[in-house]
Nanobody, 124 residues
Framework: QVQLVESGGGMVQAGGSLRLSCAAS????????MGWFRQAPGKERDFVAA????????YYADSVKGRFTISRDNAKNTVYLQMNSLKPEDTAVYYC?????????????????WGQGTQVTVSS
């Protein structure tokens, strides 16, 4: 199995930027597709972005396209989420997750391993 630990969350004003990191340990990181999801209070967990095991393909929710960028460094066992032009509606707990095989990247149940989450708060 793989253990995931997110970091980089915090509080930022609208229009600002944050970079989230998700460090993986355990089994070979490079075999996993990685995703970022978020959950705001009282709402369901939503897909944010995903990246294939090789880093060759990325996927984004429409709400973050053009503002967020997912990337990975397999040598460092880390996946990143660069978040720019943040909006108050981006406020949520952000989770990274890992999946293998042929999956629907947008579906949270496709991911087997999850981190504990990191809080992102965007003030207006």
């Amino acid at each position: 199995q793989v253990q995931l630990v997110e970091s980089g969350g915090g509080m930022v004003q609208a229009g600002g930027s944050l970079r989230l990191s998700c460090a993986a340990s355990g089994r070979t990181f490079s075999v996993y597709h990685m995703g970022w999801f978020r959950q705001a209070p009282g709402k369901e967990r939503d897909f944010v972005a995903a990246i294939t095991w090789s880093g060759g393909t990325t996927y984004y929710a429409d709400s973050v396209k053009g503002r967020f960028t997912i990337s990975r460094d397999n040598a460092k066992n880390t996946v990143y989420l660069q978040m720019n032009s943040l909006k108050p509606e981006d406020t949520a707990v952000y989770y990274c997750a890992a999946a293998t095989g042929s999956v629907n990247y947008y579906y949270d149940r496709a991911y087997r391993y999850w981190g504990q989450g990191t809080q992102v708060t965007v003030s207006s």
